[in-house]
C-alpha cells in the first residue's frame, strides 16, 4: 500500500502460493547479502488437520523465537535481520497495548512486507492472552532473546496520545510461559485491491486470510475512498498496521507511529518495518520458511496491478532476451527493488 498524501526458474506452486526450492545459494562476490533459499510449507495444518488462531500464533511465536536465538556467526544480514525483528516487534507490541482488538487493524495486500509484518503481529500475540490454568500448560518453555533496545519513533503531534508501553526492550511475546488459552480475537485487515489484480496474487490473499484467520474485508476502490470506507464500516478502528518502508514512496520521513494527514481518514498508522531492507524481508521470510505469493518466483519484486507492474529488469538471466528471471529474494539492492512497476 503506497504512503502518498497518508504515507504503503518456474518452481512448484499451489493455488497462488510459491514453494521455493533448494536452489545453491548465489556466490557472495556475485550477489552480496542475498538471503539464503529454504523450502517453504504451502499449508498450515498439523496432523491431517487445519490450525487453530491459536495453535497459528504459538506455532509462529516458537519460529521467530528460534530465529532471534540462532546465532548469526559471520552472516552480517541475519544479525541485521534479528535486529530489526526485535524493535519491529517492540513497536507491535506499543501498538497492542495502546489499542483494543476492536481498534486495530492491518493493511493487507499479499505482498512480501505485510506477510512478515502479519507473521510478527501473530507471533506477539500470545503476551497479550490470559494465561490458562498450570494443569493445562503442555507445552514446553522457550529462551527468551537478549535484551535489544526497539528505538521506536512516534510522530511529535502524536506523542500526548501515548499510553504505557513495555520497558523491556525484549519483546514480550516470546517470555518462557508457554499455555494455550481461550483463543484471541482474530486481526482485523483491509485489502485494497488495484483495479486490475493478479489472479496470483488474489488467490495468495485468500489462501493466507484463511490460513492466518483474518478478519478481512476488501474493497476494489481507489485508497481514499477504500479507507473512508472501511472506516465507515469499522468505526472503533483508530489505528492501521502498515508494512511499509523508509524506501517507499513517500515515506522516507514517516516515525513508527504517524497519524494520517489532516486531509485524509483519520487514523493512526503503525509501521514496524520502517527501517528494514529488501534483502532483509527476504532473509526473514525465507529464515521461518514462509509461504508466499508465486509471483516473486518469476521475477516479480515489487506487486501491484497488471498493467502497472512487470518482473524487474535487475532481475532478467543473462541470455533470456528478457524472458525469464531469478526469483525476487535475489534481488539486493533497494533502490532496485520498484524496477518493475510503473512510476
Excluded at 519483546?171 to 518462557?176: C, F, M, R, V, Y
Excluded at 502498515?242 to 513508527?256: I, K, N, Q, V
Aim: charged letters at 20%.
Amino acid at each position: 500500500m503506497s504512503n502518498a498524501g497518508m504515507t504503503q526458474d518456474a518452481v512448484p506452486r499451489i493455488n497462488g502460493v510459491a514453494r521455493p526450492a533448494d536452489a545453491p545459494r548465489a556466490a557472495a562476490a556475485d550477489v552480496p547479502r542475498t538471503p539464503s533459499s529454504k523450502p517453504a510449507p504451502a499449508t498450515s495444518k498439523s496432523n491431517g488437520h487445519t490450525r487453530s488462531l491459536p495453535e497459528i500464533c504459538y506455532v509462529l511465536r516458537r519460529k521467530v523465537t528460534a530465529f532471534l536465538d540462532e546465532q548469526p556467526g559471520d552472516d552480517g544480514l541475519l544479525r541485521d535481520t534479528q535486529a530489526q525483528a526485535r524493535i519491529a516487534m517492540g513497536v507491535i507490541e506499543e501498538a497492542l497495548h495502546r489499542y483494543g482488538p476492536d481498534e486495530l487493524s492491518l493493511a493487507y495486500n499479499g505482498g512480501k512486507d505485510c506477510l512478515v509484518l502479519l507473521i510478527l503481529i501473530l507471533a506477539c500475540l500470545p503476551a497479550l492472552l490470559p494465561p490458562a490454568s498450570s494443569s493445562s500448560s503442555s507445552s514446553t518453555s522457550t529462551t527468551t532473546p537478549t535484551s535489544t533496545s526497539t528505538n521506536t519513533t512516534t510522530d511529535p503531534a502524536e506523542q500526548q496520545e501515548q499510553k504505557p508501553a513495555p520497558q523491556n526492550g525484549t519483546p514480550s511475546s516470546l517470555s518462557s510461559v508457554e499455555t494455550v488459552p481461550a483463543p484471541p480475537q482474530p486481526l482485523q485487515a483491509i485489502y485494497i485491491a488495484p483495479p486490475d489484480p493478479f489472479p496470483e496474487v488474489e488467490e495468495f490473499v485468500a489462501t493466507s486470510t484463511r490460513e492466518y484467520h483474518l478478519d478481512l474485508v476488501r474493497y476494489g476502490l481507489p485508497m481514499r475512498r477504500a479507507l473512508e470506507a472501511y472506516l465507515g464500516d469499522r468505526p472503533a478502528v483508530r489505528a492501521i498496521f502498515m508494512g511499509t518502508r523508509r524506501t517507499d514512496p513517500h515515506s522516507e520521513f514517516l516515525a513508527h507511529f504517524s497519524p494520517t494527514d489532516a486531509d485524509w481518514p483519520q487514523f493512526m498508522r503503525v509501521n514496524p518495518l520502517l527501517d528494514w531492507h529488501y534483502a532483509e524481508i527476504w532473509t526473514f521470510i525465507r529464515h521461518l520458511e514462509l509461504s508466499f505469493c508465486c509471483l516473486y518466483d518469476q521475477g516479480f519484486s515489487s506487486l501491484g496491478g497488471m498493467t502497472n507492474t512487470r518482473p524487474n529488469p535487475a532481475l532478467a538471466l543473462d541470455g533470456s532476451g528478457g524472458k525469464a528471471f531469478r526469483p525476487a529474494y535475489e534481488l539486493v539492492r533497494d533502490d532496485e527493488e520498484r524496477l518493475g512497476r510503473d512510476r
